[in-house]
């Protein structure tokens, strides 16, 4: 278990100010879990998972992993705990001039592993994210998502017990993104690595972590489920991250409606749209206030805001039907948004 406990982090700036860049900070995060840490640039986000591997020394606070407070550690014992913490980065950070079996070797040399072991693991851990015809191509002969596969494989060769992903898929598309964050979720669970995404894509939260922080101004503002924290967001860093610019506004002048949201977390696309069934099915029809949503592959991912008739019995049906597919969360949205 990682405890992060009331962690502040402050820098010195020209002329002799200091900044406080993170601002008692408090989050525990269990083993085994996806958890995402979710800003707008400058939330103090990157600051944090620094903080979390002691690349960065906080100026008050703990993090403590397994009950260890790894800031009390001496240097020598704290380079034995980051081999339990693997990083993976936005500029996947491969040694060019290295092919990528060696790429992956490398943190094994360094931890004294002998070569042919840790070739065979390298060989293993290629396999693993699904390219092992890899072995002898240079990064700069592949794509941004198989560089991206090349530096996960190498974060796991030490076995690490957490993986922190700092913006890991901020440079690559969304079809690519996706299958980068499917590599991710088959690893948290074939290997039980606790996994930690940083990123500001509110997507790519929805999509693999089970719990999330909120970072506004080196402030966590809120957390929690996925599922709670965006179906019905209290803060206002939260609302800015779930509803778009003007999306406020709609809302709160739509007084002849309710507003309930729909969060697809990979719902099976169908030929016939969603609020089309319903009209059909149940004779509900709904105005679609705001829709952020994509297709990857057959299934579908984001999220929409829906205006019902303000009416207990037609919204509760609305609410009834929708939970009823899989894998999409449905709640109504209530007088704070």
Do not use: W
């Not at 240097?75 to 034995?80: N, V």
């Amino acid at each position: 278990m990682i405890e992060i406990k009331n962690l502040s982090k402050s820098f010195q700036t020209t002329g002799n100010t200091t900044t406080e860049v993170l601002k008692d900070i408090s989050i525990t995060i269990q083993n085994g879990d996806i958890y995402g840490i979710i800003g707008m640039s400058g939330a103090g986000k990157s600051t944090l998972v620094r903080c979390i591997n002691m690349l960065e020394r906080p100026t008050k606070g703990t993090v403590m992993i397994d009950g260890c407070d790894i800031g009390s550690l001496s240097k020598k014992e704290l380079r034995q705990i980051r081999q339990n913490i693997a990083m993976i980065f936005q500029g996947f950070n491969l040694l060019m001039q290295r092919n990528c079996l060696k790429n992956i070797c490398f943190p094994m040399e360094l931890a004294g592993m002998k070569k042919t072991e840790a070739k065979k693991r390298a060989l293993e851990l290629l396999n693993m994210v699904g390219l092992p015809d890899k072995a002898n191509a240079y990064p700069a002969q592949l794509s941004g998502g198989q560089q991206q596969r090349i530096a996960i494989a190498r974060a796991l060769a030490t076995n690490p017990k957490i993986l922190l992903c700092d913006e890991a898929t901020s440079a690559l598309d969304p079809k690519t993104t996706h299958s980068i964050l499917e590599l991710i979720r088959d690893i948290n669970k074939r290997l039980n690595i606790t996994v930690i995404i940083i990123t500001h894509e509110m997507s790519v939260v929805e999509e693999i972590c089970n719990h999330v922080a909120i970072l506004d101004h080196g402030v966590v503002v809120e957390q929690g489920t996925v599922g709670s924290v965006f179906s019905n967001p209290k803060s206002t860093a939260a609302k800015r991250l779930v509803f778009p610019s003007g999306v406020y506004e709609v809302l709160r002048t739509n007084t002849k409606e309710r507003c309930i949201r729909v969060v697809f977390h990979g719902a099976l696309a169908t030929g016939t749209p969603l609020i089309a069934q319903m009209a059909v099915k149940q004779n509900i029809t709904a105005n679609i206030l705001f829709a952020s949503t994509r297709c990857i592959g057959d299934k579908v991912y984001g999220n929409m805001l829906l205006g019902i008739s303000d009416d207990d019995v037609v919204v509760n049906r609305a609410i009834t039907y929708l939970q009823g597919i899989d894998n999409i969360v449905v709640e109504e949205l209530g007088d704070n948004v």
